[in-house]
DNA sequence: ATGCATGAGAA
DNA sequence: TCTCATGCATA
């Protein structure tokens, strides 16, 4: 844990209604931006507010919910005002990179990893034993026959030579 | 969403 | 030692 986010004394603007009413816009925002609670709190490090790192889904829940007691609802609000107001901005614009950069979660969509059942495997471990580094037709027939990409069998082919298991 | 634990700073 | 912000783990 890492500290203090204290508010920054006396009455700045701690009245409770208006934490409620910003609480519940920011959940709302929050949401049409398709942003997860966990999202919000890794992107509040990306903000350049000084001392201010990111904080767990846990504590964005309990301020949107006003559980949190009221000197830290204070001292957080200005933080994911900052955020929200980023964010729209940063949507608005599909600005991926520059000041806006890690405000919105990355939607890039991860290549999702290929996975081969093993009968299929044993047929290509057959099929790289009789011709170890096939040729990019033979690759390609192999890859048509089992409903996989070239990529795949030429990368598994690669895999199976440098298995210690095969040696 | 929340029970429980942790560690920092105040008293 | 007490208080409080915060996170982990889990329902």
Redesign the pocket.
């Known amino acids: 844990?890492?500290?203090?986010?204290?508010?920054p004394t006396s009455e700045v603007e701690t009245d409770p209604r208006e934490l409620e009413r910003f609480a519940e816009h920011f959940k709302q925002r929050r949401i049409k931006l398709g942003v997860t609670?966990a999202d919000v709190?890794k992107a509040l490090a990306h903000l350049k507010m000084p001392g201010v790192?990111?904080?767990?889904?846990?504590?964005?829940?309990?301020f949107?919910?006003l559980?949190?007691?009221?000197?830290?609802?204070v001292?957080?609000k200005p933080i994911l005002h900052s955020w929200l107001e980023k964010a729209e901005e940063a949507m608005k614009g599909k600005d991926a990179t520059g000041e806006l950069s890690g405000i919105l979660p990355n939607t890039d969509k991860k290549r999702k990893r290929t996975s081969i059942a093993a009968p299929e495997k044993r047929l290509l471990e057959d099929f790289f034993r009789q011709q170890p580094r096939p040729s990019g037709e033979r690759i390609a027939a192999i890859a048509d026959k089992l409903d996989l990409k070239k990529n795949v069998v030429r990368n598994l082919d690669q895999t199976f030579h440098t298995s210690a298991l095969h040696v």
Do not use: F, V
């Open positions: 844990p890492r500290y203090p986010l204290t508010a609670q709190g790192g990111s904080l767990s889904q846990s504590t964005i829940c309990r949107e919910s559980t949190l007691s009221h000197n830290n609802m001292a957080l």
